[in-house]
């Protein structure tokens, strides 16, 4: 590979506090040679072939912690490739897939498979996580220590919660010993039960059953108890409620060591947006008020959460166009994540470098990976995008496999122009 | 007829009733006062008419119902319409088909107006979104029940001469009622004063934001009220998360003489049955001619019924 020269760009890494105009070098290994204003025009051999980012933003590839991947099982809804496409044209390089597959990653036999068709029919970065629980039924823990060496990244039931307290302090227990990293989605299955949105005046408007906030809070608090008696490296995938923000917030100036996600759906939307019975925003962790929203928004600049992942979940239309009881959950959302969470920048609610290290460095750092800044020798996984350009969300010109996302004919303003992928051009908008 | 006037036609802006929600209050006066116009008729000997001669009715009932479906059948029968009701226990729904699929497939059949319940809120909804034809909602999951709280409406204006200033209480299992919601938006919107009454564990959440004042002590709850609507109690909810026992529920929110005497004297008790005797509702004062007007509720219903297809069935 030859060395290639990106110059004039906004470069923008948070984890070395750097927002400023220059260039990048990538080197003949597809790493990271130089990154800041130093690389300039005036400093590189005039020979060279020059990309002029024409100021441009520059970000390390996003990090997103939380995507479903139709494969083994469910290839109909998303397969390596498609996913593939639609990551690399919302500028992410790196994703932690789920283990909710069909069969469920549970076991070592599986971890081959996923790390063989993400390399032959993907370009990004594939870390696959397994299942906490056999079969992710709450019950019996994996084996952390044997998938760990096998490259599974971190351990989460997904969908699921560990809902037996006995069950989950014994994973933290023993997930330590190999530092596993614990990643919980936050759900009591009990308060929960056939709950289909946030439970308040909009599902007694629709008589649909609600989510109590306290599903998600009450497990929380459990689980950061647990962590004073058995800590492990603990992350809360996805929170939606302001209850669950103070439960978070006072824990951390305890001096508890934990990290914790937000969905951009519950950043961009709320539960008004639901209007009459829309089957694509039917989410887990439901979209909950205005209010929880905008703390949820307000927890970002203030650090409280850490990570914005896509809970990108393609749903094919079938199991969408059905009643709202009936229908699937979750969104299409990996190719839209930066573009709407650019939306928070734009109407002045988080600060840019705050919302780009929650999508780079923060995840790889969380995960403990080479990736989410522009250090010397890190692979040169690059997003590239026009900080302005408006554009309208069209769900036929999505990429993903399945077409469910919740966000149909919103403005959005910014765009990926360009992904690099250990320093190789993997997308170019046309 | 001498009842039937020469009315002012009232431009209905849905093609379909879907809920109260939705309605404004014109519609709402329309169809009451179409309704009125065929009280008279399903007394007389000769009951039939023929409005929707030629018309196709389909009653599409995925919950088991006896008064809501017999209404609705009869008051097709009596405008002329051609009336089928699918039996789902035999149909496709069974056999995986999806409710969308099922409405393209009726569709495909032309019929020009479908009845529809569902134990899904919202299924209404859909299905109006893919049908050609009028859908009218006979009470889908725990949203709505329309023409439920329509021909209460009915029942109240032809006992009490209006809605409007009365004060209504509905007790009972407020969280999974489709017709307390319904009545709820209908009786606001035609100026009565609401007040639910139920134990906390069986009112739903921000309740208030409908616009109503909750009470858990049925005393103050029907305190100077003119109306008491009590609903079904299912038998399901009364043991385990809901409720500690039958007997608890009836010892404070079961209707009694004692704690009747906190309504107006002149209070009347409506239920949209099926009833639980001795467990929402003495069974004396469910029979008490002078203070009850359950029957009147049921007949009234095929009034309304037949109000709301003739004025929902497809236009030619």
Known sequence: MKEKYLINARIIDPKNDIDEIGGLIIDSKGLIKAAGKKVANGNLPSSADKIDLKKQVLIPGIVDMRVFVGEPGYEYKENFRTLSDAALSGGVTSVVSMPNTLPVIDNVSMVDFLKRRGRDKSKINIFPSATLTKNAEGKQMSEFGLLKRKGIIAFTDGIRTVQDPQVMSRIMNFASQSESLIIQHAEDNILSKDGLINEGEISTRLGLKGIPFLAEKIIVERDLSLLEEYFCRYHISQISSKKTISVIKKAKNDGKIFTTGVSINNLSLNENDIGDFKTFLKLSPPLRTEDDRVSLVESINDGTIDVIVSDHKPQDEESKRLTFAQAATGASGIETLLPLALELFHNKSVKIKKLISSLTSNPAKILGINKGCLDKGYDADLCIFDLNVPWVVDKDKIKSKSKNTPIENRKLQGKVSKTFVKGELAYESI | ?316
């Not at chain 2, 043991?239 to 209070?267: I, M, W």
């Not at chain 2, 469910?286 to 359950?294: E, G, K, P």
């Open chain 2, 1 to 316: 007829m001498a009842i039937i006037k020469k009315l002012k036609a009232v431009k209905i802006e849905q093609n379909h009733l879907l809920g109260i929600q939705g309605l404004s209050f014109p519609e709402v006066s329309e169809i009451l006062k179409q309704a009125k116009t065929f009280i008279a008729l399903n007394k007389s000997s000769s009951k039939k008419m023929d409005i929707l001669r030629g018309k196709t009715q389909i009653n599409l009932f995925f919950e088991p119902s006896t008064r809501t479906q017999s209404s609705f059948e009869l008051a097709g029968k009596r405008l002329g319409a051609d009336v089928m009701s699918m039996n789902i226990i035999n149909s496709a729904i069974k056999k995986g088909e999806t409710l969308i699929d099922t409405a393209m497939t009726l569709n495909a059949m032309h019929p020009d107006i479908i009845v529809i319940r569902h134990q899904d809120s919202g299924a209404p909804n859909l299905l109006a979104q893919k049908v050609n034809c009028a859908v009218i909602n006979a009470g889908d999951g725990r949203r709505e029940h329309p023409t439920q709280a329509l021909l209460d409406a009915l029942t109240i204006i032809n006992r009490k001469g209006k809605v409007e200033g009365l004060k209504i209480a509905i007790c009972g299992d407020i969280l999974h009622s489709r017709v307390a919601r319904s009545n709820i938006y209908l009786m606001n919107m035609l100026g009565a004063e609401v007040n639910v009454v139920a134990p906390k564990t069986l009112l739903p959440h921000s309740i208030e934001r409908l616009g109503v004042k909750s009470f858990i002590d049925m005393k103050k709850g029907l305190d100077n009220c003119d109306i008491v609507m009590m609903l079904r109690l299912q038998n399901e909810r009364m043991h385990g998360s809901f409720l500690p026992s039958a007997r608890e529920y009836y010892e404070f929110f079961g209707l009694t003489p004692d704690k009747l005497k906190s309504a107006k004297k002149n209070a009347l008790i409506m239920h949209p049955g099926p009833m639980n005797r001795g467990v929402e509702i003495d069974t004396n004062l469910a029979d008490d001619i002078n203070r009850s007007v359950i029957r009147e509720q049921v007949e009234l219903g095929v009034a309304v019924r037949m109000a709301c297809l003739k004025i929902y069935c497809k236009k030619d």
